[in-house]
């Protein structure tokens, strides 16, 4: 057992309320395993995945990790954010290298280190690049260069790819699942996107919303590597979809007027819409 | 040439009152010879690294204090801001009466000139360091005065460079006051004899080697780093 959530709830106290943006969470995450946690925006995914960094404190119940307590950050849980969060004033390697830096390796293994990784990601004939010269897919592909550098066996990513253009997003996402493939390393990622759930977890956690809690937990066995064209992820996704709708729909409902319905507003009804007429 | 016109054709200023360019190089090549301008550039120059020094250590220092008891900032940022509004040249009647007619009167009146531009500047930049850059180290295993030596500070250098900028420029007019007030050595010295003597071509002569030395060192060494953190962080 690599990660132990128990019976964890984080409130917020803004001026005019209370708001439950967790409540109750209990999880246990195995050595190795890929977990994804999916849910509509507002469920309180991200505030877990921090809440396991240390970058939070929960309001109840409690998060050991490897029999230990979390109390806070610390550099045996690497976190990847959904902003690459790169030091503009340090270039590709001096990034890439700021985390063994802080643990005090010496330079020249420092080094070594840091190129290995990079190419990993392929990402070594930049290493000499400042940040603002990448792209937004490149970014991403050194904060993970710079997870992978922290010898941490849990790595924890919020919602790494959300930001990027489709087209990058699938490559990062293969990348991803070779990477783990090869370093076998137990992994947590944020995401509300199904397609990327079922095509990186071993498991998804689909979360609900006010308060937000595990709904489900639905087991994907499905061969690796997966890729996302094949009719059993697209199998999968759709039965995650019907366990999701529903949440969407209350979530959505909260930021619509009463009277608005996903079923009425997804077909068009009446004589004077011209279904079809464009084939 | 402008002035030539101003002088000689339209007559609207007057020659007593505005030298020609070639009279204060003259000025300037009298006062280079006789090694008065070399020996007072120098002690000005000297007083001025001296003074700014330690303006930024006790600067730094100030504000990293600050920055880590939140009580002192609250009680001491209105403070700080209050006496930057005060003049460099209030401070010297009360330095001589505490030091005397002595160097460390002049540096202690650089000093309280510029330490708390740069202060209020790194106070306010280390604030205003996006929080995922904090929280990424943290992930990374940075603590205490490390978040601040390779984290915060660098974050927030572009807003320092700014704070040590106003910083200089205070100091030299910190500098300025208090040679003139007390007239000892150097170019402030320079330029009240140049009052005394009524030679308006020495005193415009010292302003002028004032406003190329301020310029050197901003082309030597501000520019220079601002250009370093312009590329780094993709400004240009």
């Known amino acids: ?279 | 040439m402008v002035y030539e016109l101003g002088v000689k054709y339209l007559k609207v200023w007057q020659p007593n009152g505005f030298p020609s360019p070639i009279n204060i190089a003259k000025t300037l090549e009298i006062l280079l010879v006789d090694h008065t301008l070399g020996i007072a550039v120098l002690t000005s120059i000297m007083r001025l690294a001296i003074g700014y020094g330690i303006s930024l250590v006790f600067g730094f220092l100030f504000a990293l204090i600050m920055l880590r008891f939140k009580a002192l900032q609250e009680n001491l940022s209105p403070l700080l801001l209050g006496l930057q509004t005060l003049p460099n040249v209030c401070w010297v009647p009360l330095a001589v009466l505490w030091f005397g007619l002595r160097e460390s009167t002049i540096i202690f009146v650089v000093v309280i000139g510029s330490t708390f531009a740069i202060t209020l500047a790194v106070e306010s930049g280390v604030k205003n360091v996006k929080s995922i850059y904090l929280r990424a180290a943290q992930t990374m295993g940075a603590k205490g005065l490390k978040t601040y030596q390779d984290v915060a500070l660098p974050a927030a250098l572009p807003e320092i460079i700014n704070g040590m900028k106003q910083g200089w420029a205070f100091a030299w007019r910190g500098l300025i006051s208090g040679e003139m007030l007390m007239q000892v050595k150097g170019l402030g010295e320079i330029l009240i004899v140049g009052k005394e003597k009524a030679d308006i071509n020495q005193i415009m002569a010292i302003m002028v080697v004032i406003i190329v030395l301020g310029l050197m060192v901003n082309k030597l060494v501000f520019e220079r780093v601002e250009a370093n953190i312009r590329y780094r962080w993709g400004l240009d």
Request: proline share 3%; net charge negative.
């Open chain 1, 1 to 279: 057992m690599s990660l132990i959530l128990d019976g964890v709830g984080k409130r917020f106290i803004t001026k005019h309320r209370v708001v439950h943006t967790l409540e109750n969470v209990t999880l246990e995450i195995n050595q190795g395993e890929f977990l994804c946690l999916l849910g509509p925006s507002g469920c309180g995914k991200s505030t877990l995945l921090n809440i396991a960094a240390g970058l939070e404190k929960p309001t109840t119940g409690k998060v050991y990790f490897k029999e230990k307590e979390i109390t806070e950050a610390g550099p045996d849980r690497a976190v990847m954010f959904q902003e690459a969060a790169l030091f503009p004033w340090l270039n590709v390697i001096d990034n890439v290298e700021f985390a063994m830096r802080m643990s005090g390796m010496p330079k020249k293994e420092r080094k070594e280190k840091a190129l290995q990784v990079l190419k990993m990601v392929h990402l070594t004939e930049f290493q000499d690049s400042f940040i603002h010269e990448l792209s937004g897919g490149m970014r991403q592909r050194v904060a993970l260069a710079r997870a992978l550098t922290m010898n941490a066996d849990l790595l924890l990513m919020d919602e790494p790819f959300a930001a990027l253009d489709s087209q990058s997003k699938n490559i990062l996402q293969m990348e991803l699942q070779q990477i783990w493939w090869d370093t076998k390393k137990t992994i947590i990622f944020v995401t509300h996107d199904v397609k990327e759930a079922v095509l990186l977890a071993d498991r998804v956690i689909v979360m609900a919303a006010n308060p937000g809690r595990i709904k489900k937990e639905i087991k994907v066995q499905l061969a690796r590597p997966r890729c996302l064209e094949s009719l059993d992820t697209v199998y999968v996704e759709a039965q995650i979809m019907r366990e999701l709708k529903n949440e969407v729909e209350k979530v959505a409902k909260a930021e619509y007027d009463s009277d608005w319905d996903l079923e009425k507003d997804t077909i068009l009804l009446g004589p004077d819409h011209y279904l079809g007429i464009g084939l």
